[in-house]
């Protein structure tokens, strides 16, 4: 994984985070470190880029699960901006967790999706 410190500006409120490459066991301490730095600038929707993943393990999963229910326990709404990789996507359907996520294949969908999924019942955040 390359540096992650891109910021892309989003609506107030909102954090674009890119991801790139692989998210495995060797960086999952930097990648939760920024996705727990980015969570705590955001007061509304956290957008994770996961477009330029190329593969991601279930240390990278645990750390995408537990930025969902932070978000969702802070009445945000996390949305992967996609489209997703092969990995990233067959991580997700084998593990039965493709539908926990809202996924968005570009960038105004995303922002559309989340500002959707922050209208709703913040609890309902990750069934999109």
């Given amino acids: 994984m390359t540096a992650m410190t891109d910021h892309i500006a989003g609506p107030p409120g ?3 985070l890119p991801l790139r490459g692989d998210l495995d066991h060797d960086n ?3 990648l939760a470190a920024e996705v727990d730095a980015a969570i705590a ?3 509304g929707a956290l957008v994770l880029d996961v477009s330029t993943v190329t593969f991601a393990d279930s240390s990278a999963l645990r750390t995408l699960v537990l930025a969902q229910q ?3 326990a802070a009445d945000g709404a996390l949305v992967l901006l996609g489209p997703l990789g ?3 996507r067959r991580l997700l359907e084998i593990t039965a967790t493709d539908g926990y996520f809202t996924v968005a294949d570009t960038l105004p969908l995303a922002l559309a999706a989340a500002a959707e999924l922050l209208r709703r ?3 309902a955040a990750g069934t999109g």
């Fill in 86 to 88: 092969p990995a990233l």
């Fill in 41 to 43: 600038r955001t007061t």
């Fill in 14 to 16: 909102t954090t674009v």
């Fill in 28 to 30: 999952q301490r930097e």
């Fill in 70 to 72: 932070r978000m969702e």
């Fill in 121 to 123: 019942d913040p609890r």
